[in-house]
């Protein structure tokens, strides 16, 4: 029976049907009847199970990690269905002592130890181009909110989650100095989660 996955590749929105047969499995790559492209199908006969795992794994946020002294830094894809340019890759920066919903894999107001913030992938480029420039960069949405991100140009990365009580803004802020090695391996873990990022919007 085939399976059917809908993706996003280099600005188009695509068909992605794997079929089964006696024989190996052919994996059929289509532009969505809503995307304006015109039709353009690619087809190539690979074994089933490595076409599937293939073309789920490209649509599955995979973290990067790194940890230096007990605090770890971590970049993955939201993995959340959003419109062009809207999807988020996270990062968050995680003490050794962190509190409230950690360890359910979440942050929220009661968090501590623990920040997260989302940059859109309409914005992320600007991040992996300072890094690789070695120039510093920021994220602030301002308005009050006190969430943002900053990276200097000596890669010590500060991220401050901010969340709103109804009265008050409460703001959860963690650093993290990574060593110079670690510079193009973070450039290289941004893009790839930009990539995977891409395939989540329509």
Same mark, same amino acid.
């Given at each position: 029976? #085939?399976?059917?996955?809908?993706?996003?590749?280099?600005?188009?929105?695509?068909?992605?049907?794997?079929?089964?047969?006696?024989?190996?499995?052919?994996?059929?790559?289509?532009?969505?009847?809503?995307?304006?492209?015109?039709?353009?199908?690619?087809?190539?006969?690979?074994?089933?199970?490595?076409?599937?795992?293939?073309?789920?794994?490209?649509?599955?946020?995979?973290?990067?990690?790194?940890?230096?002294?007990?605090?770890?830094?971590?970049?993955?894809?939201?993995?959340?269905?959003?419109?062009?340019?809207?999807?988020?890759?996270?990062?968050?920066?995680?003490? #050794?002592?962190?509190?409230?919903?950690?360890?359910?894999?979440?942050?929220?107001?009661?968090?501590?130890?623990?920040?997260?913030?989302?940059?859109?992938?309409?914005?992320?480029?600007?991040?992996?181009?300072?890094?690789?420039?070695?120039?510093?960069?920021?994220?602030?949405?301002?308005?009050?909110?006190?969430?943002?991100?900053?990276?200097?140009?000596?890669?010590?990365?500060?991220?401050?989650?901010?969340?709103?009580?109804?009265?008050?803004?409460?703001?959860?802020?963690?650093?993290?100095?990574?060593?110079?090695?670690?510079?193009? #391996?973070?450039?290289?873990?941004?893009?790839?989660?930009?990539?995977?990022?891409?395939?989540?919007?329509?």
């Amino acid at each position: 029976m #085939p399976v059917t996955l809908t993706g996003v590749r280099d600005g188009h929105r695509i068909l992605i049907t794997v079929t089964r047969t006696p024989g190996p499995a052919t994996i059929t790559r289509e532009h969505h009847p809503e995307c304006p492209c015109h039709p353009h199908p690619l087809g190539a006969t690979v074994d089933f199970n490595t076409a599937l795992n293939q073309t789920i794994a490209s649509l599955t946020p995979q973290p990067w990690d790194h940890t230096i002294d007990g605090t770890t830094l971590r970049v993955t894809p939201a993995g959340l269905r959003e419109d062009a340019g809207r999807a988020e890759v996270l990062l968050r920066i995680s003490g #050794p002592l962190v509190t409230g919903l950690y360890d359910y894999d979440i942050t929220g107001p009661n968090t501590r130890g623990a920040a997260e913030v989302g940059v859109t992938t309409a914005v992320l480029p600007s991040l992996i181009a300072a890094l690789e420039g070695r120039t510093g960069w920021e994220q602030a949405p301002g308005w009050g909110d006190p969430t943002r991100i900053v990276v200097t140009p000596a890669l010590h990365m500060t991220v401050t989650e901010g969340h709103h009580d109804g009265e008050k803004w409460i703001a959860v802020t963690e650093s993290v100095q990574l060593p110079e090695a670690q510079r193009l #391996p973070l450039a290289s873990a941004l893009r790839r989660a930009l990539d995977v990022a891409r395939d989540w919007e329509d």
